[in-house]
């Protein structure tokens, strides 16, 4: 029951630090606490899987923000390119969407899947499923492993259980606890990348609809409606609240805040009309076209659900014609398409999380090596750091290379 590495986790982070420990000729083990290995890929994308972005390893540091310099050798050693090319080498064709995320050919998951576990099964790595780690201390100059059926003995560990985002696919957020219980600090786990809960009725009866592009800025109206955070893309109207692209991406914010149900998001679902364009172009087509409902001035790029509940938000009958349109009218219209107000509640938790924010402190990991400094022999791959980024594939990417180097370290 002894081994070089034992890699704790068979996730994104998991699966590659095991393939590379084991190519390079050392006795493996990929421990998995579920029945089945990769289960988070399998679910990510809508089952279609995000692989990563159509970037360079800058864009990828970039997205991340300033942590984001912490991932400089991860990617030196497998970037977003060579990762595509990893897949395809297994048979998995890829496709560049419009937004620039990367997924399979066949929009199936399984295939991403499949490719990594190949690789693994060539490797000689062992893999067994269905054992979770129940202990992890350090004994000497090696670790003791205990799992509810044997006790193992590791010189090198990595802790790859990825954070406590959708904790039905197992990751409740174990690696936390032994790693603390190690020595390290926990920066509080959050949930990152969640669809935002709202009250507002007007946002519950518009479930279904998806505006492509739209910009929102997070408010705290406390401190004088100062912007926590914007951002943009696609927004999708959910029975709950808000979801979409944009809807999750602002979310680490509104989970980050210390009172989030006392936050306020403004909508501006025109992000490229300006305010006195827009009140110029209602104007021309209230002259143009009066005897039409004020409806049907409004700029096409917006559906007609929308429109009338904006209407309805600047107290509009949308049975008004065009020409009734006073200029006080016209000002409280461009309000409410340019600075939609949503009182919010906060995110739908770790269960709808797509990644976790906070972790393990990136000062107290080697960023050339993924070895903690606190702990030798112990490695920390993954979401299991303190390390998120925006939707995109961008996580998963850096689930991959941390992954790739931290087997390449031990």
Known sequence: MNWDVVVIGAGAAGLVAAERAATRGLSTLLLEKNRRPGVKILMSGGTRCNLTHATDERGIVTAFGAPGRFLHSALATLSPQELVALVEAEGVATKVEETGKIFPVSNRATDILAAFLARLE????????????????????????????????????????????????????????????????LVPPRPALAPILTAERWVHELRGVTIPDVVLRL?????????????????????????????????????????????????????????????????????????????????????????????????????????ELSKQDSAALVRAIKQAAVAIDGTRGFGHAEVTAGGIPLAEVDSRTLESKLVPGLFLAGEVLDLDGPIGGYNFQAAFSTGWLAGLSV
């Open 219 to 323: 408010v705290e109206p406390a401190d004088k409606s100062r912007v926590l955070d914007t951002r943009r893309g696609s927004l999708l109207f959910a029975h709950f609240g808000l979801s979409g692209p944009v809807a999750l991406d602002i979310s680490r914010t509104v989970s980050g805040h210390a009172r989030p149900a006392s936050l306020r998001l403004d909508c501006d679902f025109l992000p490229d009309v300006g305010t006195a364009a827009l009140e110029e172009h209602l104007r021309r087509q209230a002259a143009a076209e009066g005897k039409k409902q004020i409806a049907s001035i409004v700029p096409a790029a917006l559906p007609r659900r929308l429109v009338d509940a904006l209407l309805c938000n600047a107290s509009l009958n949308p049975e008004k014609k065009a020409a």
């Open 122 to 185: 060539r490797s000689g790595c062992a893999l067994s499923l269905g054992e979770p780690l129940v202990e992890l201390q350090r004994e000497g100059e090696a670790f003791r492993l205990v799992t509810p059926t044997r006790i193992l003995s590791a010189r090198r560990v990595v802790v790859t259980t990825g954070g406590q985002s959708y904790p039905k696919s197992g990751t409740t957020g174990d690696g936390y606890r032994w790693s603390t219980e190690l020595g390290h600090c």
